[in-house]
């Protein structure tokens, strides 16, 4: 259909760009698994990895943003909400599954 062919390249970016963030997103549990592993997480270590969190939820979110209101212009705002309810759904399922491997800072 005509909103398959073109939704689909709009999403294909989107997921791409994204990726590369979760990338990002997986060497921080990485470096946090590491200094948990250590014994304990210290307040220097904390420091760099709520500043890291905050940048890539800022880039996420930016990214969202872009391409919502791209479907939003290409296509409608109905379907840009749709695809907004969509994400936040699938992030929060990855969120809490993730969420539940790791470990509560001490």
């Not at 270590?45 to 391409?67: C, G, I, N, P, W």
């Amino acid at each position: 259909s005509e909103q398959a062919e073109t939704f689909w390249p709009i999403y294909s970016r989107y997921r791409n760009e994204i990726d590369g963030l979760h990338k990002d997103s997986f060497q921080l549990l990485v470096e946090y698994a590491r200094a948990y592993g250590s014994g304990a997480v210290n307040n220097q270590d904390a420091a760099s990895m709520l500043k890291t969190y905050k940048t890539l939820l800022e880039k996420q979110h930016k990214v969202l943003f872009r391409y919502i209101d791209q479907v939003s212009v290409r296509m409608s705002p109905v379907i840009a909400m749709r695809f907004l309810q969509i994400e936040t759904q699938l992030d929060a399922m990855e969120v809490l599954q993730t969420g539940k491997q790791i470990p509560l800072i001490k």
